[in-house]
């Protein structure tokens, strides 16, 4: 056996839990001395953060790992650190498969400057390192870490006759694939990431460590699975970001209201202060930075894939070094950013997914510092991705249907969670990544969290039949012109004039005049969403005042049956072919902040109701 670690040293990792607690105390292991002087020494940190150790020491064991942690979490350090070791069951290079060039840049450069031999075995403005990595090899020179990307892996004779050398020569110690979450099925334009299940097949000895900073139970599978991952070490680490503020806020239609909200707020609270605001199209980018800069004299400047070269390093670089303090970008800006100083990240408009809304979000206060998350939320918008989605620029690009079906279904998530005024943001946000989180655990750095009163449960089931069952009275009486969403809502509401007059004899007018406006947005977004509801689009414009509204044809209405949950909850349930659609969609309609008694009087309201079928 290995000699027994200094008791002195042994405090210093975050895992010291003694083995007869039942889990294994990785200081104990004989790879410890080295990995803590490498770290010290080398990487010159005090500690580890949870699960690095416990990581390192799985791959320096041979083992596979697959490990989720949030963005800056520090999942880069460890297969850097292990990279180094001598103590390792496995020898040699550890070869790291990475989805960007900048991000691979950033790396190599970092540890160039800790006097690391770091390798990047991809197409740079001054050479291919590849053509300069054999001969070097040859030569006997130690390269304890590789980059390249999946595409120049699979692509390159030269780069896979490096693998196949230090194979043969049993100096290939690890692969990794970092943001393993690009492999994620639906992620089409990264298809070469799906390809690495090679790795495996053609060197099955070689033990793989995968890392991403997002993804949910089925991408965690499928991540595996792509990978053939061998009874796995499996590690996770919390995903909840406490310094970070996270707020809704309802969008302004007109533009100039957004910009004047958007100054107002970075005046107020972060003058000075770096930060990101992402938008939905290139246009936009460089119209907001503009107008800020123009109108409101604020330092910014604009980020997007379609720039030319030059100008996009220029202004990021800018960013980075605080010359420039706000970013106006699409989403194509920050992957691989690590600036620890960002203080706010403001959606303009809100994210296709969770996962985009957490890792955009996850880019302010890196260093650990309170930082503010807003996202201006707007239906309107999240029916402009959903156009997008179902039409894209690239017409090559469409998605097949069941592909377009779950991008839908991740979109309205976020519309869930953006109009959900009640709960906590961390529980839903998080849930999303299996994680149950307590709301106490908030400590109120939240806007749902931060609003006064009681959160309590209300049976919307009745209003809701009766919203779907007015729909369709309207649509028989206006048969041609169509429903308008603001004309549904108004004869709903019960709002009087000449634009209701044909419909103030149908039974469901007025019916929700008791309802304040945000739920019933809250139920018609809902509607829509679990397809109930559908829109169907005039040619001019864009917006709800060019969506008719209609009780959805691609779904058998005798099927669909609503019914009210344990907790008087709504729950919409959509039985189609025996299966249920949009549940977790739904589920979000089903609480809302109010006073208790009018809990109760819902309460004895729908007390004893029975599901039943439309
Ligand atoms: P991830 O890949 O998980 O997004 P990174 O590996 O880029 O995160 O690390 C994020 C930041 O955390 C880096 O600045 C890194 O130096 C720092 N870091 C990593 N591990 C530690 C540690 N044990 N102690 C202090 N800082 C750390
Ligand atoms: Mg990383
Ligand atoms: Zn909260």
């Known amino acids: 056996m290995d000699p027994p670690v200094d008791m002195t040293v042994r405090g210093m990792g975050s895992t010291s839990t003694p083995s ?4 294994v105390d990785h200081t104990a292991s004989s790879y410890y001395p080295e ?11 005090a500690h580890f953060r949870k699960n690095q150790l416990e990581c390192i020491t799985a791959t320096l064991d ?20 292990p990279a180094l070791c001598k103590t390792g069951k496995t020898q040699g290079t550890t070869f790291v498969i990475s989805p960007l060039l900048s991000l691979i840049e950033d790396q190599v450069s970092t540890l160039r400057k800790k006097g690391i031999n770091a390798f990047r075995l991809i197409n740079t403005a001054d050479a291919d390192e590849a053509y300069d990595a054999m001969p070097r090899l040859r030569k006997g020179e130690s390269l304890p870490l590789v980059y390249t990307t999946p595409e120049k892996l699979l692509s390159s004779n030269n780069v896979q006759d490096i693998v196949v050398q230090l194979h043969k020569e049993k100096q290939l110690a690890r692969f990794v694939v970092d943001e393993a979450h690009v492999i994620g099925g639906w992620r089409v334009w990264r298809e070469s990431y799906a390809s690495l299940g090679i790795l495996r097949k053609q060197w099955p000895d070689i033990p793989i460590m995968a890392l991403t900073g997002s993804a949910n139970k089925s991408a965690i599978e499928d991540i595996k699975e792509s990978l053939a991952l061998r009874d796995p070490v499996c590690l996770k680490q919390s995903f909840n970001r406490s310094n970070l503020y996270y707020k809704v806020k309802k969008k302004p239609s007109q533009k100039k209201e957004l910009l004047k909200e958007m100054a107002g ?6 003058k000075d202060d770096t930060g990101i605001i992402y938008c939905l199209s290139r246009e936009d980018c460089e119209d907001v930075a503009r107008r800020l800069r123009e109108e409101f004299d604020l330092s910014a400047r604009h980020f997007h894939a379609g720039m030319d070269r030059d100008t996009k390093r220029i202004n990021q670089e800018d960013w980075s070094n605080g010359r420039c303090k706000i970013i106006v970008a699409t989403i194509a800006f920050g992957m691989g950013i690590d600036k620890p100083d960002v203080r706010f990240v403001i959606h303009a408009t809100m994210s296709k997914d969770m996962d985009g809304y957490y890792q955009e979000t996850g880019r302010a206060g890196r260093d650990g510092k309170p930082s503010d998350c807003i996202l201006f939320y707007a239906y309107s918008d999240a ?5 997008m989605l179902k039409n894209p620029h690239d017409q090559n690009n469409k998605p097949p249907p069941d592909e377009l079906e779950r991008q839908l279904e991740r979109l309205s998530a976020v519309v869930a969670y953006a109009s959900n005024e009640s709960d906590c943001r961390r529980v839903t946000l998080l849930r999303h990544f299996d994680e149950t989180f307590d709301e106490a655990e908030c400590h109120k750095h939240c806007d749902n969290c931060c609003k006064p009163g009681t959160v309590v449960h209300e049976n919307h089931t009745e209003t809701s039949q009766q919203a779907i069952q007015l729909l369709r009275d309207m649509s028989n009486v206006s048969r041609e012109r169509g429903i308008p969403l603001t004309l549904f809502k108004d004869v709903w509401r019960g709002k009087k004039g000449a634009t209701v007059s044909a419909f103030t004899g149908l039974p469901g007018y007025a019916a929700a005049t008791r309802l304040d406006h945000r739920m019933i947005d809250r139920i018609v977004t809902q509607l829509l969403y679990s397809n109930i509801f559908a829109t169907r689009r005039t040619t001019s414009g864009n917006g709800f005042g060019n969506n008719y509204l209609e009780v959805s044809d691609s779904l058998p209405l005798s099927q ?4 009210p949950s344990d907790s008087w ?5 959509i039985v189609e072919l025996g299966e249920c659609r949009s549940l977790s969609a739904i589920k979000e309609l089903t609480t809302c902040r109010g006073r208790l008694n009018r809990h109760r009087q819902h309460q004895q309201r729908n007390h004893g109701q029975v599901a039943r079928n439309l």
């Open 20 to 23: 007869v607690l039942g889990r």
């Open 35 to 45: 990995v803590i002087s490498i770290l010290k020494g080398i990487f010159k940190l």
């Open 62 to 81: 041979g083992r596979d790992v697959f490990y989720l942690a949030p963005t800056g979490g520090g999942k880069s350090l460890c297969y850097q650190l």
């Open 265 to 270: 707020f970075i005046q107020s609270h972060h």
């Open 383 to 387: 029916m402009k991705i959903q156009n």
């Open 560 to 563: 669909i049956s609503v019914y």
């Open 569 to 573: 909850a709504v729950m919409l349930k």
